[in-house]
T-cell receptor, first 113, second 108 residues
């Protein structure tokens, strides 16, 4: 069974550009989460989807971040326009149930120059 | 401040035991987790413990949970160089709350 996959593994963009990150959860997992780790600090929660609906987006830093999960399968996280402080590693995770074990992808390392 | 706290660095010699400590703040956490991140890799679920347990052992790994003190520890017996990685403690409250990670360095 395939795990959580994320694309790309690394993205380097200039300040002001747009970047879209993709996450494919484990098949059958209705719950999908986005997290990020910036500057070697703790991993912070961004938002939680249950199927295609946003269950909790309290961790989204500002309106430059837009997450979607059309059809309740894969999810995208768009940053537009990107700022220097957005650099970090963005992780996606999925679980069968809301309180269940979350399995993480390898992450996307975003570098904003 | 952080909800989950852990020391940033730990250095041990190969063959010794490693103990990574973590404190968390929310007693309603259902599960507590240890994730491992090797260089250039993602987060690997290492082990977890249900909140009504005190201890869980899995081969070289022992997890101890003190709910009263909100303290979680991970002991790695016979630490190997391949255990060098960053270890994250996390509590589950729907979303996961992580510590900053402990970088374990194993010296030969």
């Amino acid at each position: 069974e395939a795990g959580v996959t994320q694309f790309p593994s690394h993205s380097v963009i200039e300040k002001g550009q747009t970047v879209t990150l993709r996450c494919d959860p484990i098949s059958g997992h209705d719950n999908l989460y986005w997290y990020r780790r910036v500057m070697g600090k703790e991993i912070k929660f961004l938002l939680h989807f249950v199927k295609e609906s946003k269950q909790d987006e309290s961790g989204m830093p500002n309106n430059r971040f837009l997450a979607e999960r059309t059809g309740g399968t894969y999810s995208t996280l768009k940053v537009q326009p990107a700022e220097l402080e957005d650099s970090g590693v963005y992780f996606c995770a999925s679980s069968q149930s809301p309180g269940g074990i979350q399995y993480f992808g390898a992450g996307t390392r975003l570098s904003v120059l | 401040g952080e909800d989950v706290e852990q020391s940033l660095f730990l250095s041990v010699r190969e063959g010794d035991s490693s103990v990574i400590n973590c404190t968390y703040t929310d007693s309603s956490s259902t599960y507590l987790y240890w994730y491992k991140q090797e260089p250039g890799a993602g987060l690997q679920l290492l082990t977890y413990i249900f909140s009504n347990m005190d201890m869980k052992q899995d081969q070289r790994l022992t997890v101890l949970l003190n709910k009263k003190d909100k303290h979680l520890s991970l002991r790695i017996a016979d630490t190997q160089t391949g255990d060098s990685a960053i270890y994250f403690c996390a509590e589950s409250l729907g979303d996961m709350r992580f510590g900053a990670g402990t970088r374990l360095t194993v010296k030969p």
